[in-house]
């Protein structure tokens, strides 16, 4: 059973790189998001989508874009990456609101 | 601004100790409230909650709501060393976007 996966698992970048982080679930589920957790702030939400073909800002969306071309896959992202954006990214996906979310493993990204 | 805050942030127990973990919130259109269990990649689902009163048991663990006090508890009992994680309470609002809003997250230990 995969669920929901995510690549690549770590990844060391430079300033100023760009890099993609790939998202695919093999639950045909409708909604997809993805997270980021540092230390003391939990997990916030950077861009999400409830359908394929259509993505939203979340919480903390500055410097990350996102695509949804496909219902299984959720593509974040970073054109010019910031230490800023050292963290840890999760992946999620819910077949509809009001039901819990699936995450995948996470990826490590750090930005030097 | 929709808030969910979780305490204690750190806690260190010896195993057989029972433990309670809390978690307050103050969101518009709350719809229910989850807790999930991290221990090193991504976080498990734990439970749902949606009515005031009613106890959610799985194990050693339960977890019970007060929509009136807007705040849940997750208790364990006869703590492990398994049991160490970093414990994440989320809220739910009524909306179609499935859009969760974290706590920080309570970090336990269980020494042996």
């Known amino acids: 059973n995969a669920g929901v996966t995510q690549t690549p698992k770590f990844r060391v970048l430079k300033t100023g790189q760009s890099m993609t982080l790939l998202c695919a679930q093999d639950m045909n589920h409708e909604y997809m998001y993805w997270y980021r957790q540092d230390p003391g702030m939990g997990l916030r939400l950077i861009h999400y989508s409830v359908g394929e073909g259509t993505t939203a800002k979340g919480e903390v969306p500055d410097g990350y874009n996102v695509s949804r071309l496909k219902k299984q896959n959720f593509l974040l992202g970073l054109e010019s990456a910031a230490p800023s954006q050292t963290s840890v990214y999760f992946c999620?996906?819910?077949?509809?609101?009001?039901?819990?979310?699936?995450f995948g493993e996470g990826s490590w990204l750090t930005v030097v | 601004e929709d808030k969910v805050v979780q305490s204690p942030l750190s806690l260190v127990v010896h195993e057989g100790d029972t433990v309670t973990l809390n978690c307050s919130y103050e969101?518009?259109?709350?719809?229910?409230l989850l807790w999930y269990k991290q221990e090193k990649k991504a976080p498990t689902f734990l439970f749902m909650l949606?009515?005031?009163?009613i106890e959610k048991k799985s194990g050693r663990l339960s977890s019970i709501l007060d929509k009136k006090e807007l705040f849940s508890i997750l208790n364990i009992t006869a703590t492990q060393t398994g049991d160490s994680a970093v414990y994440l309470c989320a809220v739910d609002r009524s909306s179609n976007t499935g859009k969760l809003i974290f706590g920080q997250g309570t970090t336990l230990q269980v020494k042996p």
């Open positions: 949606t009515s005031s009163g």
């Open positions: 969101v518009t259109n709350f719809r229910s």
């Open positions: 999620a996906s819910s077949p509809h609101s009001g039901n819990t979310i699936y």
